[in-house]
C-alpha cells in the first residue's frame, strides 16, 4: 500500500505555477501561433502511409515519441520506452531474447517490424529482433503504427511497424558526448557511451553516430521448468557495438550501419546451461543508397538499392552451434504523385534476393539436408495506394501484391476512411496483412504457409482544449494459420506448424494534458481472446488471458518542468495478472505488477551545455519478468532489479 | 479604453450575419492582434463582412461565400469548403493549399525580404555576416532565397535552423567571429520571452545586433525591426480578397507593402550603432 501512496503523491505534485498572462497583444498572437504551430508540428507522419499526414488522419493508429520524449523519460534502453505504450508488451524467446506482444498478440518472429534508420533490424532467418542492441541517446524519433504495415512495408508489419529514426546532421550540428551508468541492486546495470556528430554545408549533410555499451539483463536468479537456477550477475550480458554513418547531397542519401550485438545467454530453449553462459552474436552491416528526385511537376521518384550482411545467432560452441551469413539485397523505385490539392497517389515495386550460407561450424540440427549448404529466396512486390480528401471525409485505398520464390503469392489490401472535423476526430480502418515464413520457418517446415491476418479498428479523438486531448478505439484482429515455434527437447529439434486461428479484439482509451512544457499522458489498453483456438497460446487455467499478456496494461507517463532547467519525469505501467508456465505442463497467474521510474534531467549543470539525468527504475522492486508467449518450456525470464541510473551529456 | 477598442467593439458589434455574401472572415481569436488586423481589414474591404471567433463558435458560412479570409494560425488550418478561395493572414510557418478551383493567398507577416536587407544595411552599413536563427521547418525552403538577396547588396547570409531551444547558447557562441548581427524572423517557436531575452543579453554583452521583425522584439532588446504592423496586413489581406472575388490572379505569396521600422536606441547604443537620419525619420517607433 506504500509504494501507491508514494505513487501517488509523486503524481500529484502540485503543477509549478503558471507564467503570468502575455503582457502585449504582440505576445499573445506569438503565444496563440505558438501552440497552433506545436500541435500541427507535432502530429505530422509519414510511417503508415508514406505521405506525410496529421497524426489524426493518417490511416493508422500512431504514436510518435519525439527526442524531447525520449530525453526527458530518462529511458535507458528500447524496451523502456516501448514499454510505455499500452498495447505492447514484451515477452521472452528462447535463449535470452525478448519479444514483443501487440494488443494481447505474441509478435515475436516477423510479425513486428522494426526500422532503424530505414533498415529492417528483423534478422533473415528467424525474423526476430534484439531488443537491447539499440542506443537510445541516438534517437530523434520514434513513429509506431499500433496495427498492420504490410500494405506498405510487406510481411514482416504484420501487427505493428516500429520506425526509429536516429539525430540528423541538421539537429546535431556539432558534437554530442554521452554516457550512462546503471547500478542495479546486486551487480552493474549497464555502461556506456557515445559520440554523435553532424554537419551540414549548404545542401550536404554528413552525420556520424558511435556507440558503445555493456548491460546486463538482470541481477536476479533464472530458474528454468526444472527448478535449476542461476544467478544472472555477469551470465546474461548485452554488448552492443554501432557506427552509423549517413551521408545526403542533392536528393541522393547514403547510409551505412555496422552494427555487432551479443548477448550472454544460460536460459537457453528449455533447461538451462549448466556448464555456464555462452555467447550469441548478432552483427549487422547495413548499406542503403536513395535518390529523391522530382520527375515532373507533381511527380517525384525515389529509387533505393540497399544490402545488408549479416550473421544472427552464430553461436560457435556445442550449446547450439549456429554459423549462418545471410545476405539480403533490395532494389526498388517508390513514385509520389499528386495530380491535384485532394489527390495523391503513390505507387512502386520492391525486389529482394535473400542469401543463406551454412557454415561448417553449423550444427546438424541447423544444417539442410544432404549436401545443401544455404538457400535462396526471392519476393516481388507491386505496391499502390491512392489518399482522397472530399469534404465528407479522407479515403485511403491501396494494396500490396508480394510474389515470394516459396511462399507464393500475397495479397494484402487496406481501406481507411479518417475524418478531422474542427476538435473531432475518427478513423476506421480495415487491413489486410501476412507474415512472411522466414529462411528458417521454410527450411524446417518446407510446407510452412504464410500467415493471414485480417484487423478492424476504430479511433475517436476529441480535443477538449489546447491542452486537452481524449481518445478511444476499438479493435479486432484474426490471425488464421499462425506460424508457432516450438522446440522439442527430446529430440533437440526446433520446429514450426500452422496452426488454425488466433487473435484478439479489445478496446483502449487515451488522455493526453500538455502546458507550457508539462506533459502528462494516460494511455489504457484492454482484450479478450476468445477469438483464440491455440492451444500453445492459452493458460492452462480457464482465463480470458493469453499466455504472457495482461488483460489490462495501464500506463502513466508524466513531466514536470520543476524550474531552473529541471526536469521531473515520473512514470507508472501497471500489468494486471499474467499467465504464464512455472513447471512443465503447469501454468500459473503471475500476480499484477507496476512499475514506476522517476528520473530527473538538468540542463546546463555544473557546466554550460552538460544535461544531468538521474532516475530510479522499477522504484519499489516488482520483480517482474518477461513470460513466454507460447509453451515452449521455458521459465520466465527475470528483468533487471530496482536500478539507479545516471546519464551525462555535453554538447560542443 | 483606447479609440482602437472603441472602433474594434463598434466593429464587431455590426451584425455578424449580413446578407450572403461573397466573402466571410474566421479569427483565430477575437481579440488583441487579431482585432486590429481584422478591423484594419473590414475598413479597407469597404463593406462589412461576416465573421467568426473560432475560439468560440464553429463557423458556418453563409451560403454563397466565394473568399475566406482568415486571420491566425489555427483558423488557416481549419478544414474550409472546397473550392473557397483563403487569404490567411498572421499564420506564421503555416503554408496551406487551397481545394481548386479556389486559391490560398498569404498574407505574409513580413516585407519582402530584399527591403529588410536594405533597411538593416542602412542601420548597419558595414554589415557584411549576417546569420538568420529559426525554428519553424517551414523556414528552411527561403534559405536560398535569403542567401540570393543577401548576395545582391554584398551581404553573406548563413541561415541556422535551431532544432531545440537548447541550442540557441551554443548556435550563438559559434556565431561570435562568425558573423556581424543575427536576423530574427516571426517563428513563434523561437519568439518567446525567455529566448529574446537571451538573444538580448547576447547582442548587448557581445556589441553585436541583433534584428528581429516586429514592434515587440525591438521593444525586448533587438536594435532594430523590419516588419510588417497587424493594421497593413489586415489591408493586404484586403486588397487581395477583393482582387480574388474580381477574378484577377493573386500570387500565393503576397507581401505587404509598407514595412514597419521600429529602432531601440537603448540597444543601438549597446551595439555601437547610430541611427542615420534617414532610417529616424522613416521608423515608426523609437524605443528609448
Known amino acids: 500500500m506504500f509504494r501507491y501512496l508514494l505513487c501517488l503523491l509523486i503524481l500529484s505534485a502540485p503543477m509549478p505555477a503558471l507564467a503570468g498572462p502575455p503582457v502585449s497583444d504582440e505576445d499573445e498572437f506569438f503565444s496563440l501561433e505558438r501552440s497552433t504551430l506545436e500541435d500541427l508540428l507535432d502530429i505530422k507522419t509519414s510511417v503508415a502511409s508514406l505521405t506525410t499526414m496529421g497524426l489524426r488522419e493518417t490511416p493508422g493508429l500512431v504514436t510518435v515519441m519525439t527526442e524531447e520524449d525520449i530525453r526527458l523519460s530518462g529511458a535507458r534502453d528500447l524496451v523502456d520506452l516501448l514499454r510505455l505504450v499500452p498495447d505492447f508488451e514484451f515477452t521472452v524467446d528462447v ?125 536476479r536468479r533464472y530458474r528454468d521448468l526444472a527448478g535449476d537456477s542461476y544467478g544472472m550477475n555477469g551470465d546474461s550480458d548485452l554488448d552492443a557495438k554501432n557506427l552509423n554513418l549517413s551521408l545526403e547531397t542533392n536528393g541522393l542519401a547514403l547510409r551505412f550501419i555496422a552494427d555487432d550485438y551479443s548477448q550472454l545467454e544460460r536460459d537457453h530453449f528449455t533447461s538451462l546451461l549448466s556448464t555456464g553462459a555462452t555467447r550469441v ?71 529482394t534476393h535473400d542469401m543463406v550460407d551454412v557454415g561448417g561450424a553449423t550444427g546438424a540440427g541447423s544444417a539442410y539436408p544432404g549436401t545443401r549448404d ?35 503469392s500475397s495479397f494484402v489490401p487496406r481501406l481507411a476512411v479518417t475524418k478531422l472535423a474542427d476538435d473531432f476526430h475518427f478513423k476506421a480502418i480495415y487491413s489486410g496483412a501476412y507474415r512472411a515464413p522466414s529462411v528458417e520457418n521454410i527450411r524446417l517446415t518446407p510446407s510452412i504457409k504464410p500467415e493471414r491476418t485480417t484487423t478492424a479498428e476504430f479511433e475517436a479523438g476529441y480535443k477538449v482544449k489546447e491542452s486537452l486531448f481524449l481518445s478511444a478505439n476499438v479493435f479486432d484482429i484474426t490471425i488464421k494459420r499462425p506460424i508457432i515455434f516450438f522446440y522439442d527437447p527430446v529430440a533437440d529439434t526446433e520446429n514450426y506448424v500452422n496452426y488454425s486461428r488466433t487473435g484478439t479484439r479489445g478496446w483502449g482509451l487515451g488522455f493526453k494534458y500538455k502546458d507550457k512544457g508539462d506533459y502528462l499522458e494516460l494511455g489504457y489498453s484492454t482484450y479478450l481472446s476468445d477469438k483464440n483456438r491455440v492451444d500453445v497460446y492459452k493458460p492452462l487455467t480457464d482465463s480470458s ?52 521510474n522517476l528520473y530527473f534531467s538538468m540542463k546546463d549543470c555544473l557546466a554550460k551545455d552538460l544535461t544531468l539525468g538521474l532516475g530510479v527504475f522499477d522504484l519499489f522492486g516488482s520483480n517482474y519478468s518477461y513470460i513466454q508467449a507460447y509453451n515452449s518450456e521455458h521459465a520466465p525470464l527475470p528483468a533487471p532489479s530496482r536500478e539507479i541510473f545516471l546519464k551525462a551529456a555535453y554538447e560542443f | 479604453m483606447s479609440f482602437r477598442g472603441l472602433v474594434c467593439c463598434a466593429l464587431l458589434a455590426l451584425p455578424g450575419t449580413v446578407s450572403a455574401g461573397d466573402t466571410a472572415a474566421v479569427l483565430s481569436s477575437a481579440g488583441g492582434a487579431y482585432l486590429e488586423a481584422f478591423s484594419s481589414f473590414q475598413a479597407a474591404y469597404g463593406k462589412s463582412v461576416p465573421y467568426f471567433d473560432l475560439s468560440k463558435e464553429k463557423p458556418l458560412l453563409p451560403p454563397g461565400t466565394a473568399t475566406i ?75 536560398g532565397t535569403f542567401q540570393a538577396q543577401g548576395g545582391k547588396l554584398g551581404i553573406q547570409v548563413t541561415a541556422r535552423r535551431v532544432l531545440s531551444l ?73 486588397r487581395a480578397a477583393g482582387r480574388l472575388n474580381s477574378g484577377e490572379d493573386v500570387p500565393e505569396l503576397v507581401f505587404p507593402e509598407i514595412p514597419e521600422i521600429t529602432l531601440n536606441a537603448a540597444a543601438a547604443k549597446r551595439c555601437g550603432l547610430e541611427f542615420p537620419r534617414a532610417v529616424l525619420e522613416e521608423a515608426s517607433y523609437l524605443f528609448p
Request: hydrophobic share 40%.
Open chain 2, 69 to 143: 479570409v482568415t486571420f491566425g494560425g489555427k483558423a488557416a488550418s481549419h478544414p474550409w469548403p472546397r473550392g473557397s478561395n483563403i487569404v490567411y493572414a498572421m499564420a506564421p510557418g503555416i503554408f496551406i493549399k487551397a481545394q481548386p478551383p479556389g486559391k490560398a493567398v498569404k498574407i505574409r507577416l513580413l516585407p519582402d525580404f530584399g527591403i529588410i536587407l536594405k533597411e538593416i544595411k542602412k542601420i548597419q552599413p558595414g554589415l557584411k555576416r549576417l546569420r538568420i536563427l529559426w525554428m519553424s521547418p517551414y523556414y528552411s525552403q527561403y534559405e
Open chain 1, 374 to 408: 544455404g538457400a535462396r529466396y526471392d519476393n516481388l512486390a507491386f505496391f499502390a495506394q491512392a489518399a482522397l480528401n472530399t469534404a465528407l471525409c479522407n479515403l485511403t485505398a491501396g494494396g500490396r501484391l508480394d510474389r515470394h520464390s516459396h511462399s507464393g
Open chain 1, 95 to 219: 535463449q535470452g531474447n525478448l519479444g514483443l506482444g501487440v494488443k494481447g498478440n505474441s509478435g515475436n518472429e516477423g510479425k513486428v517490424l522494426l526500422l532503424w534508420d530505414g533498415q529492417p533490424y528483423n534478422e533473415l532467418m528467424y525474423s526476430t529482433i534484439q531488443y537491447d542492441r539499440f542506443p537510445v541517446d541516438q534517437i530523434e524519433r520514434i513513429e509506431i503504427v499500433r496495427g498492420p504495415g504490410s500494405v506498405i512495408y510487406g510481411g514482416a508489419g504484420e501487427l505493428a511497424v516500429i520506425n526509429i529514426m536516429t539525430k540528423t546532421a541538421r539537429f546535431l550540428d556539432g558534437g554530442r558526448l554521452y554516457g550512462g551508468y546503471g547500478q542495479m541492486k546486486e551487480a552493474r546495470g549497464r555502461r556506456y557511451a557515445g559520440y554523435s556528430f553532424g554537419k551540414v554545408r549548404g545542401r550536404t549533410k554528413f552525420s556520424a553516430l558511435a556507440h558503445v555499451s555493456s548491460a546486463q539483463r538482470s541481477d
Open chain 1, 281 to 351: 552474436k548478432f552483427p549487422v552491416y547495413s548499406f542503403e543508397a536513395k535518390y529523391s528526385f522530382k520527375a515532373a511537376g507533381n511527380l517525384r521518384l525515389v529509387p533505393r538499392f540497399s544490402h545488408q550482411y549479416s550473421r544472427p545467432w552464430k553461436e560457435l560452441d556445442e550449446h547450439f552451434p549456429y554459423d549462418k551469413t545471410a545476405r539480403k539485397y533490395t532494389g526498388g523505385l517508390t513514385a509520389f504523385y499528386d495530380p491535384a490539392a485532394s489527390v495523391s497517389l503513390l505507387g512502386g515495386a520492391e525486389f
Open chain 2, 166 to 238: 537548447d541550442e540557441i547558447p551554443p548556435l550563438l557562441r559559434q556565431a561570435l567571429g562568425e558573423t556581424d548581427a543575427l536576423w530574427i524572423p516571426p517563428d513563434p517557436l523561437l519568439v518567446t520571452a525567455e529566448n529574446l531575452m537571451i538573444f538580448k543579453e547576447f547582442s548587448w554583452a557581445n556589441g553585436m545586433p541583433f534584428y528581429g521583425s516586429t514592434k515587440g522584439m525591438t521593444r525586448e532588446g533587438a536594435a532594430a525591426s523590419v516588419g510588417v504592423s497587424f493594421r497593413e496586413m489586415g489591408a493586404a489581406a484586403a
Open chain 1, 545 to 596: 488471458a493469453m499466455l504472457a499478456f495482461p488483460r489490462h496494461k495501464a500506463v502513466l507517463n508524466s513531466r514536470y518542468q520543476l524550474g531552473g532547467g529541471l526536469t521531473a519525469s515520473p512514470s507508472l505501467i501497471y500489468l494486471s495478472k499474467r499467465y504464464g508456465y512455472y513447471a512443465s505442463g503447469a501454468t500459473r497467474s503471475y500476480s499484477a505488477v507496476t512499475l514506476a
